[in-house]
Structure formats: C-alpha cells, structure tokens
Nanobody
Framework: QVQLAESGGGSVQPGGSLRLSCSIS????????LGWFRQAPGQGREWVSCIAGHGSRGETKYGKFVRGRFTISRDDVKSMVYLQMNNLGVDDTGVYYC?????????????????????WGQGVQVTVSS
C-alpha cells in the first residue's frame, strides 16, 4: 500500500524558513519523479517544484514564484523527499502536498501538472504571517 506523509509545516514570520519532509512507502522510490504542490485558501492546486528519478541524476524544476528561495531534494534510501523553503512570504501560505509520478519509470525530466501525479499525501499547513 502506497503511503505519503508530509511533516515540517507550521507558522513562521515573513522571511523565515521551513523544511518540509515527505515520507513515502509502498514502492521503489528511485524510479519515479516526485513533486511538491501547494494550495492556498480558495485557490487551485499549484505546482511548486519537482525532481526527476534517480536515473536522470535528480533534475529539478521550480515554479517561477520560487525565485531561488526553495530547494527540493530526495533520499531514495530513506524514501524521503524534502522541500527547504527560505525567505518565506505571506503569499507562500497554504497547504503543501508531496506527490509521486508513478506513470513513468526513470523519466528524463519531471512533470509539473497535478494530473501527472499518481499518489498524494494528505498535506501539511504552512502559514506565513507577521
């Protein structure tokens, strides 16, 4: 049974940092691309970042709004994916989700659309306010 569990969310002031973690179980993680998405209140699910499978040397992509503030990484031995978020702003507030793209094995890049992802975590709240 595939399970994803996010952690590391919380409340921070503008300019603060958080490191989100996602524990993934149920399959061989190294073959698949991984992604982070977020959803602000009243908004649709927005792609944040993704990282390709191990076979693609972990190519990464980021949404334009990230502007160098976030870093995605993966540890296939521990079956974890992380999102380090620095210099957070109020617009970063929302529920953050990790996801696995199990439709393609060893992809050469990673996908950015929610529909491309097969498995999702329950989400973790990130609140940025002064």
């Amino acid at each position: 049974q595939v399970q994803l569990a996010e952690s590391g969310g919380g409340s921070v002031q503008p300019g603060g940092s958080l490191r989100l973690s996602c524990s993934i179980s149920g399959f061989t993680l190294a073959k698949y691309g991984l992604g982070w998405f977020r959803q602000a209140p009243g908004q649709g699910r927005e792609w944040v970042s993704c990282i390709a499978g191990h076979g693609s040397r972990g190519e990464t992509k980021y949404g334009k709004f990230v502007r160098g503030r976030f870093t995605i990484s993966r540890d296939d031995v521990k079956s974890m994916v992380y999102l380090q978020m620095n210099n957070l702003g109020v617009d970063d507030t929302g529920v953050y989700y990790c996801a696995v793209d199990a439709k393609r094995e060893y992809p050469t890049d990673c996908d950015t659309a929610p529909a491309d992802y097969t498995y999702w975590g329950q989400g973790v709240q990130v609140t940025v306010s002064s």
